[in-house]
C-alpha cells in the first residue's frame, strides 16, 4: 500500500512541473525580478489561451490589420519638455493659452503612409479640434502659450507598425520645437470575438489600464497595471501565438489588514519572444485589444 501511494504522489508531482513548465514557455513574463508565468494562476493561463485562440483567423483581427489604430501616445512633446514644474503642471492640467489664430484645414482627409506602403486616407481634424483636445483647461494656474499652429506630419506605432500621420504642430512659446497631435483619429475597435471574463480576484486575473509603449524594435511593450495598498504589485505576462500577443495581468502578494481604498498604477514592461509586428495585442481580461488611452474602445 505504501509503495503504490508513494507512486501516485511522485506522479502527481511529476504531473504538477510538466504543467508549470508549460505554462512558463507560453510567454515572457515581466522585468519584475522573481516574476515567472509557472506562478500564475492556471485560470489565467487558461483565459488567455480562449482569448487568443478566439482572435486568431477572426473578422476581428482581419478589420484591426486593414485599420488604423494607434499603440502609442497621439501627442508627442516638444524636445525638452518640460523646462520647469510649472510647465509640467500646465500641461497635466490641460491649461492652455492661445495668442495666435488657428488655421483652416487645407484639405478635408489626410494619409496615413506604412513604411511597406500600404495607406489609408482618412478624415482630417481641424486645427480647432486638435487643439481642443490638449487644451481643455481654464484656469488661473501655470499655463502653456501656443503661439503658432501649422499642417505637418509626425510618426507613431499603430497596429501595423510605424506609420506617418498628418499632424498639427503648435508653436509653444519658449521651445524650440513644436507639440505635435495626430490630426487623424483611430479607427473604431473592432467588436472582440469573445466576451470578458468571468469576475475573479485580483489575484487570479485583473483588466490592465492601458498601453503605454511599444519598443522601437517591438521586443517588449510597456502598460500600465493597478493594484492596491496591501499588496506587492502587479506582474504581467504574455501568451504569444502567430497572430496575437495576449496579456494577462494579476496582483501579487496580497493580505489583510488596515489597507487604504485608493487604485494605483504602475508601469509594467513585458519582454516578447520576438516583435509584435501587426499581431493584436489582447487584454485577457477584456478580450479585446490594449487601450492606449482613455478614448479608445
Same mark, same amino acid.
Given at each position: 500500500?505504501?509503495?503504490?501511494?508513494?507512486?501516485?504522489?511522485?506522479?502527481?508531482?511529476?504531473?504538477?512541473?510538466?504543467?508549470?513548465?508549460?505554462?512558463?514557455?507560453?510567454?515572457?513574463?515581466?522585468?519584475?525580478?522573481?516574476?515567472?508565468?509557472?506562478?500564475?494562476?492556471?485560470?489565467?493561463?487558461?483565459?488567455?489561451?480562449?482569448?487568443?485562440?478566439?482572435?486568431?483567423?477572426?473578422?476581428?483581427?482581419?478589420?484591426?490589420?486593414?485599420?488604423?489604430?494607434?499603440?502609442?501616445?497621439?501627442?508627442?512633446?516638444?524636445?525638452?519638455?518640460?523646462?520647469?514644474?510649472?510647465?509640467?503642471?500646465?500641461?497635466?492640467?490641460?491649461?492652455?493659452?492661445?495668442?495666435?489664430?488657428?488655421?483652416?484645414?487645407?484639405?478635408?482627409?489626410?494619409?496615413?503612409?506604412?513604411?511597406?506602403?500600404?495607406?489609408?486616407?482618412?478624415?482630417?481634424?481641424?486645427?480647432?479640434?486638435?487643439?481642443?483636445?490638449?487644451?481643455?483647461?481654464?484656469?488661473?494656474?501655470?499655463?502653456?502659450?501656443?503661439?503658432?499652429?501649422?499642417?505637418?506630419?509626425?510618426?507613431?506605432?499603430?497596429?501595423?507598425?510605424?506609420?506617418?500621420?498628418?499632424?498639427?504642430?503648435?508653436?509653444?512659446?519658449?521651445?524650440?520645437?513644436?507639440?505635435?497631435?495626430?490630426?487623424?483619429?483611430?479607427?473604431?475597435?473592432?467588436?472582440?470575438?469573445?466576451?470578458?471574463?468571468?469576475?475573479?480576484?485580483?489575484?487570479?486575473?485583473?483588466?490592465?489600464?492601458?498601453?503605454?509603449?511599444?519598443?522601437?524594435?517591438?521586443?517588449?511593450?510597456?502598460?500600465?497595471?493597478?493594484?492596491?495598498? &496591501?499588496?506587492?504589485?502587479?506582474?504581467?505576462?504574455?501568451?504569444?501565438?502567430?497572430?496575437?500577443?495576449?496579456?494577462?495581468?494579476?496582483?501579487?502578494?496580497?493580505?489583510?489588514?488596515? &489597507?487604504?481604498?485608493?487604485?494605483?498604477?504602475?508601469?509594467?514592461?513585458?519582454?516578447?519572444?520576438?516583435?509584435?509586428?501587426?499581431?493584436?495585442?489582447?487584454?485577457?481580461?477584456?478580450?479585446?485589444?490594449?487601450?492606449?488611452?482613455?478614448?479608445?474602445?
Amino acid at each position: 500500500m505504501r509503495t503504490r501511494t508513494t507512486r501516485t504522489v511522485d506522479l502527481l508531482v511529476l504531473l504538477s512541473l510538466l504543467v508549470a513548465g508549460a505554462g512558463a514557455a507560453t510567454g515572457c513574463g515581466s522585468e519584475k525580478a522573481g516574476d515567472s508565468a509557472g506562478g500564475t494562476d492556471p485560470y489565467a493561463r487558461t483565459r488567455a489561451r480562449q482569448v487568443a485562440e478566439a482572435w486568431d483567423g477572426s473578422q476581428a483581427a482581419e478589420t484591426w490589420r486593414k485599420g488604423y489604430y494607434t499603440m502609442t501616445d497621439e501627442v508627442q512633446l516638444p524636445e525638452g519638455a518640460f523646462h520647469d514644474n510649472a510647465d509640467k503642471i500646465a500641461y497635466s492640467t490641460q491649461n492652455f493659452v492661445l495668442r495666435t489664430e488657428l488655421p483652416a484645414s487645407p484639405d478635408r482627409r489626410g494619409r496615413v503612409e506604412w513604411d511597406g506602403g500600404a495607406s489609408l486616407d482618412l478624415p482630417l481634424m481641424s486645427a480647432r479640434e486638435a487643439y481642443g483636445t490638449v487644451a481643455r483647461g481654464s484656469n488661473d494656474g501655470p499655463h502653456l502659450t501656443v503661439t503658432g499652429a501649422k499642417l505637418g506630419r509626425m510618426t507613431l506605432t499603430t497596429s501595423r507598425g510605424p506609420a506617418t500621420v498628418p499632424a498639427w504642430l503648435f508653436t509653444l512659446k519658449g521651445y524650440d520645437t513644436p507639440l505635435k497631435r495626430a490630426a487623424v483619429g483611430s479607427g473604431q475597435v473592432p467588436k472582440s470575438p469573445v466576451k470578458p471574463s468571468r469576475a475573479v480576484p485580483d489575484s487570479v486575473l485583473a483588466a490592465l489600464g492601458r498601453l503605454v509603449e511599444v519598443a522601437g524594435d517591438g521586443r517588449s511593450v510597456t502598460v500600465l497595471a493597478h493594484h492596491g495598498s &496591501c499588496d506587492d504589485g502587479p506582474a504581467v505576462h504574455a501568451l504569444e501565438t502567430d497572430g496575437s500577443v495576449v496579456l494577462y495581468a494579476s496582483v501579487v502578494g496580497t493580505r489583510e489588514g488596515p &489597507c487604504t481604498s485608493d487604485l494605483r498604477a504602475e508601469k509594467v514592461t513585458v519582454r516578447l519572444a520576438r516583435p509584435v509586428g501587426d499581431r493584436v495585442l489582447l487584454d485577457a481580461f477584456t478580450g479585446r485589444p490594449v487601450p492606449n488611452g482613455p478614448g479608445q474602445g
